[in-house]
Antibody, heavy 117, light 107 residues
């Protein structure tokens, strides 16, 4: 079975940094583009970032560009999101998701990032 | 960026009712339109992809239609587990964008 297990969410101060991880199993990780999607408390889903299967191309929402870096380790089957210069606006549950033919067909369980002093 | 607009934003219905949610894209997205269901405190689940294809394991009471800019999600006979928030999402171009969501509540 496809599994995406997330970790790394925490309470962090404004201006701080955090790295999220998403460990994949049950499929050939290196064959799929992967994405991060977030959901602020009581709000809708917001695309954050994506990365091609071989890591050769990355995509970012304007709201996180130049602050977040998406990466992957295909030898370890892990997706990462390095977040920096965090603000209270970044407080959200962050989900990783696998993309298959332009659809997110499997999602991680979510991890909460709280930015607060 | 392609804007996705859902209507209504909330909907009250009863078990057994037929409901339809609409999603409109700000430009043509062909059939690159997906629907997700999100139950409280849970990750979203894919329900419909490519506008009208039912995701494996999803009950046949769910159906999708549309192409270009206008799309619909219909649930033919609501069951208790269907009361959730539904999101459309375009997979036509980057950045991938979602509708604002439609909260389906029990009347």
């Amino acid at each position: 079975d496809v599994q995406l297990v997330q970790s790394g969410g925490d309470l962090v101060q404004p201006g701080g940094s955090l790295r999220l991880s998403c460990a994949a199993s049950g499929f050939i990780f290196s064959s799929y583009a992967m994405f991060w999607v977030r959901q602020a408390p009581g709000k809708g889903l917001e695309y954050v970032s994506g990365i091609r299967s071989n890591g050769g191309r990355t995509f970012y929402a304007d709201s996180v560009k130049d602050r977040f870096i998406i990466s992957r380790d295909n030898s370890k089957n892990i997706l990462y999101l390095q977040m920096g210069s965090l603000t209270t606006e970044d407080t959200a549950v962050y989900y990783c998701a696998r993309e298959l033919d332009s659809r997110f067909d499997h999602w991680g369980q979510g991890t909460l990032v709280t930015v607060s002093s | 960026d392609i804007q996705m607009t859902q209507s209504p934003t909330s909907l009250s219905a009863s078990v057994g009712d037929r409901v339809t949610i609409t999603c409109r894209a700000s430009q043509s997205i062909n059939i690159y339109l997906n629907w997700y269901r999100q139950r409280p405190g849970k990750a979203p689940d894919l329900v419909i992809y490519a506008a009208s294809t039912l995701q494996s394991g999803v009950p046949s009471r769910f159906s999708g239609d549309g192409s270009g800019t206008d799309f619909t999600l219909t649930i033919s006979s609501l069951q208790p587990e269907d009361f959730a928030t539904y999101y459309c999402q375009q997979g036509y171009s980057f950045p991938r964008t979602f509708g604002q969501g439609t909260k389906l509540e029990i009347k």
